[in-house]
């Protein structure tokens, strides 16, 4: 879909792409007031998870779960949050997020409080990459 | 786990359960500020995505999928939502939760804004349990 924005973020996003998968495509949130949050979201134009053929939906999840295995092991988080909500931006996109007791909104979710957006220099964005990328390997 | 409140929450909660599946328990929210506000939590007791078999999470995005699918059915949203925190109950339970334009929260998350917990008479959780379970059977 030319209008949505999800469906043009790969490409519009290059500083922040962590991986290709079969379905879907992996990238750092630009906000990292929550460290390693990242958005996986869907190849194809789809809205609802039920929109989806029962092997492309098993598939994503699988995708989804590899991700969120490895930002366990590279942030060693208290506990991962899963959200499909799509709101504002349909298009299927995950977002993938690991919490610590340790932070001030905790044990609150995400959304609970509004807070700055914490953009990080190219090079910090680069080294988050870089280790989710070396545990999906 | 005998600690864990949702360990026994199927139990505790005989005026809320919708259905039983195969891998998980679904049971009405009981505040009914979000309509049709439900939530399905594993039998097992488990707290990742990746802690699970991928055959036992594969039917557990199947039974998350068709309880959203039959939300979808009754309440025609605008879009639904699906949460795994866990934060502060960290079992398995997904939050799978119609959202409709006309809300005064949207587009926002759920827990952008705290509400007043909207609990129903008896009768109307029954309703509402009704509807749900025609359209799963």
């Not at 929550?34 to 998870?49: Q, R, V």
């Not at 509004?114 to 964005?125: A, K, N, Q, T």
Request: proline share 7%; aromatic share 10%; charged share 25%.
């Amino acid at each position: 879909m030319t209008d949505c924005p999800m469906c043009c973020r790969w490409d519009e996003n290059s500083d922040l792409q962590i991986i290709e998968l079969q379905h879907s495509y992996v990238t750092l949130n630009r906000d990292q007031y929550f460290p390693g949050y990242t958005l996986l979201f869907t190849k194809c134009h789809a809205t609802e998870l039920f929109h989806l053929d029962q092997d492309v939906r098993s598939a994503l999840m699988e995708e989804v779960t590899t991700v969120a295995q490895a930002l366990y092991a590279v942030y060693a988080p208290d506990k991962m949050n899963y959200e499909l909500l799509g709101n504002m931006v349909p298009h299927i996109h995950w977002h993938i997020v690991p919490r610590f007791r340790s932070e001030p909104l905790w044990p609150r979710p995400i959304w609970a409080e509004p807070h700055d957006e914490l953009c990080l220099p190219v090079d910090e964005y680069r080294q988050r990459i870089e280790r989710i990328r070396r545990e999906l390997a």
